[in-house]
């Protein structure tokens, strides 16, 4: 069998990437970097404009406290900035597994030994929703805190997010065997041609992102969804951007759960109207009603929503990219696609990749789905060759398999 190959999303380069991913040429990128450096005051506006669809803000929601104490462990990037916040809060829930050679067992003797932390909170549900937490995230913005979000919203939002399958992952564990094996798939063009998906298929749980096309590529990527995950503004820029391929709503089946990786307050806002199953009242979406994304079942073991304390986790000891040190800090997060692999690897026993970005990329088009050959594209808000690296390194250390396509023959 051919190796699986890792997600893309967006590699570096100097531009927003807000859905799909795409590759600049070194003059442009050296252009646009005197430019933005000119008008650092409205650097931000300027990322928006660039990006390839629509960048929307989002409102605010409540927050989640949690026991917060320092990793005691060497950390991988020595003299790590105090605002990057490499404090965290504390969660066991995926701190023991009974399959024998889980992640969580080997990667203790691996390089990922020192960066890895077994009580990271991958979750957040109502049990966050408290006042000393709010003000603990409340110094850090984007994905990786509660700074952009009100305290009333996010209160509302987070105590909805009340039922026993809000804190977990998976609320039953496979019957069929003691690991829980999971098809983490992005969307790269790598998968086109690839007949793997059955294989996708035969795990227990299967991952997939944004512009999650299966209609009619039953055979390359399989068809089944039990985890779509997504930021309100990448799923409303894939829905944008690829209608015409197919992608009309996120999967709407009885066993796909959503899982939102919350980076404005249009998460938190979108989430309060889906368990109140009310249209969205505030904000950018104002008026919209969940079904149109969801379907008719908005009850709330439908929905999912990742900690910013897993995400900055993720950030600043997985993916520490070279943009941290640059004036376009604040702007940077790993890619959607590159969170929900290491959010399967930080639950699952077992991990699988597929349609992921290899150094193999220029041989495939951007998406499976593409009708017309389009070529990978890096923007400054992800670092997608660091992802790339990051996955290749995944690999070699046996924490996941991946993709490769025929760089794997």
């Known amino acids: 069998m051919r190796r699986p190959p890792g997600s893309r999303c967006c590699p570096p380069a100097l531009m927003l990437c807000s859905g799909g991913c795409a590759r600049s040429t070194g003059l442009l990128l050296t252009l646009l970097a005197m430019l933005l450096l000119l008008l650092l005051p409205a650097q931000r506006s300027l990322w928006l404009q660039l990006s390839r669809t629509p960048v929307h803000h989002r409102a605010t929601t409540t927050a989640a406290p949690r026991r917060v104490t320092q990793a005691s462990w060497p ?136 512009g999650a096309i299966t209609e009619g590529f039953e055979r390359d990527v399989g068809s089944r969804t039990s985890f779509y995950v997504f930021s309100t503004n990448t799923m409303v820029n894939a829905l944008r951007s690829y209608a015409a391929n197919g992608f009309r709503h996120p999967p709407q089946t009885p066993e796909t759960c959503y899982v939102f990786l919350p980076d404005h307050d249009r998460d938190y806002l979108l989430l309060r109207a889906a368990l109140s199953q009310q249209r969205v009242d505030s904000g950018r979406d104002a008026g919209v009603h969940p079904q149109e994304f969801f379907g008719k079942d908005l009850q709330v073991g439908k929905f999912r929503m990742l900690h910013p304390d897993f995400i900055r986790y993720l950030r600043n000891r997985f993916l520490r990219s070279h943009i941290l040190a640059t004036p376009f800090w604040q702007l940077y997060r790993p890619s959607t696609g590159a969170v929900m692999l290491l959010t399967a690897i930080h639950t699952c026993d077992q991990v699988s990749a597929f349609g992921f970005i290899t150094p193999g990329y220029r041989a495939y088009s951007d998406h499976y789905y593409d009708r017309e050959r389009k070529e990978v594209q890096f923007f400054i808000n992800h670092d997608l060759r660091m992802e790339m690296q990051l996955w290749q390194r995944l690999q070699r250390s046996g924490i996941l398999w991946l993709y490769t396509g025929s760089e794997g023959t």
Not at 148 to 173: G, H, P, Q, T
């Open 75 to 210: 950390s991988p990037v020595p003299s790590m900035p105090p605002e990057l916040g490499d404090t965290y809060g504390q969660d066991e829930t995926y701190s023991s597994s009974g399959c024998p050679n889980s992640i969580r067992k080997k990667i203790g003797a691996t390089e990922f030994g020192a960066t890895f932390l077994s009580t990271i909170p991958v979750l957040q549900w109502a049990r966050h929703a408290q006042e000393d937490e709010y003000q603990r995230l409340h110094q850090y913005g984007g994905a990786h805190g509660w700074k952009d979000i009100r305290w009333d919203v996010l209160k509302s939002s987070l105590s909805l997010l009340n039922a026993s399958s809000s804190a977990l992952l998976f609320d039953i564990r496979p019957l069929a065997t003691s690991c829980t094996r999971c098809a983490v798939v992005g969307n790269g063009g790598i998968l086109h041609g690839s007949g793997m998906g059955p294989t996708i298929d035969a795990h227990d749980y299967v991952f997939r992102v944004n």
